[in-house]
């Protein structure tokens, strides 16, 4: 785990699995319509719930590019944001996914969250290059944290695998 204050908050990037992470948030790496079926979406919905696939179903699409909160069933996070990134070659993915963040952070912050958990999102079955991911993420939260006065105190990526970490970290070493 390594970590960096900006303007007095938090920015943490870690190995880890984010449906075991007890930040009030974790940011699920949904689709339009989220239906939550493999990936990261599948492992929040096994362990927290079905409650959490009906209240998505309630909320039925989300462009891309905007995110949507629910609660997190049985999971120690109090919510799930449901970030709907880009998939890989569908145009402008850069913007979409920097937009998926910020998306995220805003009702993180609309919520007075304080802290949140973020996946490599459009990083897997999406299949964006990790190392595009990693600079739109990091970059995206250390503006965030820098530029807006925000209710949230950490924000955190909670990568996978070895891989995942390294670019983040690499990212992460140029803030
Ligand atoms: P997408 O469809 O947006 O690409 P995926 O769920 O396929 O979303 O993958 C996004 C990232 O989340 C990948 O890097 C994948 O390795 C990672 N991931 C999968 N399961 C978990 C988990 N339990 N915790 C953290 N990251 C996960």
New binding site residues.
């Given amino acids: 785990m390594q970590e960096k204050k900006i303007n007095g908050k938090t920015l943490r990037i870690m190995i880890?699995?984010?449906?075991?992470r007890d930040t009030d948030a974790i940011v699920?790496?949904?689709?339009n319509y989220l239906k939550h079926g493999?990936?990261?979406?599948?492992?929040?919905v096994r362990k927290g719930g079905q409650i959490i696939q009906e209240e998505s179903d309630r909320i039925g699409f989300v462009p891309t590019g905007s995110a949507a909160i629910t609660t997190a069933g049985s999971l120690k996070a109090k919510y799930i944001i449901h970030a709907v990134?880009p998939?890989w070659g569908e145009s402008q993915e850069e913007e979409k996914l920097k937009n998926a963040v910020l998306s995220s952070l805003r009702l993180a912050n609309d919520y007075k969250l304080k802290t949140i958990s973020f996946?490599?999102?459009?990083?897997?079955?999406?299949?964006?290059p990790?190392n595009m991911?990693a600079k739109v993420l990091i970059n995206t939260a250390a503006e965030y944290l820098k530029n807006y006065n925000t209710t949230l105190e950490l924000i955190e990526f909670?990568?996978?695998?070895e891989e995942?970490f390294r670019y983040f970290k690499e990212e992460f070493d140029k803030i």
């Avoid at 880890?16 to 075991?20: L, P, V």
């Avoid at 699920?28 to 689709?31: P, S």
């Avoid at 996946?119 to 079955?125: E, L, V």
Wanted: glycine share 20%.
């Fill in positions: 880890g699995d984010i449906t075991e699920n790496a949904a689709n493999g990936g990261v979406a599948g492992a929040i990134g998939k996946p490599a999102i459009s990083s897997g079955i999406y299949g964006c990790k991911v909670c990568l996978f695998d995942s």
